[in-house]
């Protein structure tokens, strides 16, 4: 099994997991952004995260979202470890820091199908980066040797253009869980 991490940063096989290597510079420049945004974010509510080769500012749990965003932008562009990293802000009441190298969700998936051959593949996601992502699968899918769906997981918190970028959508985890359990009922019953 293959994992794919951090927006496509990060690959877990054969027991250990690696850094795309034009990424692996980035690990102390993260660390000490995260360390400099603590001292300068104070709005209650704020969670901040470091996740290695990226971080995560969440605000959902902020009384204000709008201030709280607009906080968390500021002391970024003040910040010099934070300024020049990638910033993505995501739907889900988060900004995400993380290396300015030309890698995300689709870029991955591309990276997976060339480098294993696959000739299939399922990509569920339910938040804005995955239609990074969605894009990957569908334009591989223009190739007749590859086929492949992109599957929305709806949600109070979706963003209002996943739908679309989409070939099917599920309705929440519930939906996620049926349909992984007829897949795999499917997969024994053809073989």
């Avoid at 009441?93 to 890698?103: A, E, Q, T």
């Amino acid at each position: 099994m293959i994992y794919i991490g951090n927006h496509g940063l990060e690959r877990w096989a054969g027991g250990h997991a690696e850094l795309i290597k034009d990424a692996q510079g980035y690990l102390s420049v993260i660390e000490a952004a995260i360390k400099e945004l603590g001292s300068l974010l104070s709005t209650e509510g704020l969670i901040i995260e470091n996740k290695g080769i990226t971080g995560s500012i969440h605000y959902r749990l902020c009384p204000d979202h709008q201030s709280a965003r607009q906080e968390i932008l500021t002391a970024i562009e003040n910040s010099p470890h934070a300024r020049n990293l990638r910033i993505l802000q995501e739907s889900k009441y988060s900004i995400n820091l993380l290396p300015p190298v030309k890698v995300d969700k689709g870029t991955a998936i591309l990276n997976l199908i060339r480098d294993y051959n696959l000739r299939g593949g399922i990509y569920l996601g339910d938040d804005v980066t995955d239609i990074y992502a969605f894009r990957a699968i569908r334009a591989a899918t223009r190739n007749p040797n590859f086929n492949g769906f992109a599957i929305g997981i709806a949600s109070q918190e979706m963003p209002r253009n996943l739908a679309e970028e989409t070939d099917f959508t599920l309705n929440g985890v519930d939906d996620v869980e049926r349909f992984l359990k007829w897949l795999y009922q499917t997969v024994l019953e053809l073989n």
